[in-house]
């Protein structure tokens, strides 16, 4: 959420998940057993702690230059610029500073040396925010007028037009000074549940060993339980996995079930604060997302399950399952379990953008180069994957990834992430090189798309063949499906808190166990374990009403894609030159309006009810190819 014109960026992660189940990661080895080329170079950002710590302290210095800007805005032009340009510099300096020890620990949660430099930097930017309070009241004491003419006085003033106009909209929820300066007093402690949430379900969760039926013995980490479920053909050794992974979720039940009521009662705190009638208005209102665009997404999606529940029903007949549970629902509906070596991969994600063109192309091309990408699980390492800006360096992408088709569309959707990055660093200026969430995750799923297209123009094996299709179908059930479920569970939970309703694990786990009915329908038998899947999404805990954006992004990326390839030769490089454009603009507008520029109009219910038209037809084409095999 914008709310604020000048702060520190507290770096937020473009975090791309395949939601259900979540990504899977290979089996744990220590780090040192992995190869340089596999890691991270974070020497491109310090080469060492005693470089950083210069950094830190030069950070620090360049705080206390612009705490001592207050009162002089009203200056005049020089006056706002001033404080502007340093804020951008005290920012690129952050990324660094801040990126250095986050990545740090993510490879390795355990190491209590690297947390403290972590605190060290969080404790730092709750200090600015403090002193930082100022800044917003006493811009918006000058009348918009003035400060208009001010910034239509020379094009050094051009990178800053938009949030100045942005916070001038936002004015009825800014505070005066004094009662600014409080609620910053409450930044570090906001961060407290998402914190304690990390630390349970990373650094203290303790999975158990099971032995599956062929006599192996594993312990049911994140990553071995989704790989366990995505090529254990034993519908018995699935469920072990399943019920052995999320009864430690469960025995934790009414701990998670705290720290979510905690982060629901500080979201609506914050919005109180801040004049808002609602959680999901406050959270929208930062990139002016009309809250009906939300309610239109969870209201069309759940009215519109018919082809998920058949091709659940498709999944159940083919598998010659008597009964389909969740953990049935990542196999493949072939005897298809082949491994994909990373280095293989690299070339066919790099071919299969080409009809993006060639600059796209070197671009990801760099992006797979040593030092950009940690690959593999190692012991310790944060799971999932993202792609994380580091401004003046490059994106750094987190991989887990384990030779699974499913991590191959993973590293084509971080990728996406890492371009977009990649174009907006390039084409903006700092000010407005930040693409919103909204639109994060439009080129991740458009290269999974291209890559689809590849792979099934590449594969003559049929069982191949029918594996893609299931991909793509997949992406759209755990992407579109099942993130607009998520979307709904989060809403009614804040909607609850807003009433003054307690919120126990009862509460959460009877909410969620509605919804996977309603969502999944009557072929889908929802074991009771399945119910705490809401202790498992780590969005919930770090970025409240953050996952709806993946099924709006995947509505817009789905059109864009329709419009790049499928239109006549004069429309489809128009098309094509909207959608980079897209990818170049940052957020140098709203996220509405950038995709109403690049052809997509998501206030109109068409772009959500194309993907579920989409998803019928994909299943249509696998039944075909399923009485083909």
Known sequence: ??????????????????????????????????????????????????????????????????????????????????????????????????????????????????????????????????????????????????????????????????????????????????????????????????????????????????TLSTGEELRMTSGNYSKTLATNRNQEDRRLAFETHYQVYAENKNTYSAIYNAVCQRDWAAAQARNYASTLSAALDGNNIPTEVYENLVTTVKENADPLHRYIALRKKTLGLEEYHSYDGSITLSDFDKNYPYEDIKDWIIASVKPLGKDYQQKLKAAL????????????????????????????????????????????????????????????????HSYTIFVAEVASTFNERLLLDYLLEKSKDPRERVALLQQAIRNISGTFFFQTLLADYEWQVHQLVEQGNPITANTLSGIMGELMTTYYGDEFVKDDLLDFVWARIGHFYRTPYYVYQYATSFAASAALYDKVMHAGKKDRKQALDQYLTLLKSGGNDYPIEQLRKAGVDLTQAQAITAVIRQLDELVSLLEKELQKL
């Open 1 to 210: 959420m914008k709310r604020t014109l000048v702060s520190l960026l507290l770096i937020s992660l473009f975090i791309g998940i395949a939601a259900f189940p979540l990504p899977s990661q290979a089996s744990e080895r220590e780090r040192e057993d992995i190869a340089a080329q596999y890691k991270w170079n974070l020497s491109d950002i310090y080469a060492s702690w005693e470089k950083w710590e210069t950094g830190l302290a030069t950070l620090e210095s360049l705080m206390d230059e612009f705490a001592a800007l207050k009162g002089t805005l009203s200056q005049g032009p020089d006056a706002l610029y001033r404080a502007l340009e340093l804020n951008d510099r005290l920012n690129i300096l952050a990324y660094r500073v801040y990126r250095y020890p986050q990545l740090t620990s993510d490879l390795d949660t355990r190491d209590q040396f690297v947390s403290q430099k972590l605190q060290q930097v969080q404790l730092l930017f709750a200090k600015f925010g403090t002193a930082t309070a100022w800044f917003n009241p006493e811009l918006l004491q000058i009348p918009w007028e003035t400060v208009d003419a001010w910034l239509h006085e020379s094009p050094r003033m051009e990178p800053y037009i938009f949030g100045i106009s942005d916070l001038y909209r936002q004015q009825e929820h800014v505070l005066d000074e004094d009662k600014e300066r409080i609620l910053s007093f409450f930044s570090t402690f906001n961060g407290t549940p998402r914190s304690i949430y990390t630390e349970l379900s990373t650094s203290d969760i303790d999975f158990p060993t099971v």
């Open 369 to 432: 180069s040593a030092g950009w990408i940690d690959v593999f699980e190692n012991t310790g390492k944060r799971p999932g994957a993202y792609s994380a800006n580091v401004y003046g360096i490059h994106p750094y992408m987190l991989m887990n990834y384990n030779e699974t088709l499913d991590n191959v569309f993973t590293l084509a959707h971080e990728l996406g992430h890492t371009m977009h990055t990649t174009l907006s660093n390039e084409n903006q200026p700092f000010a407005l």
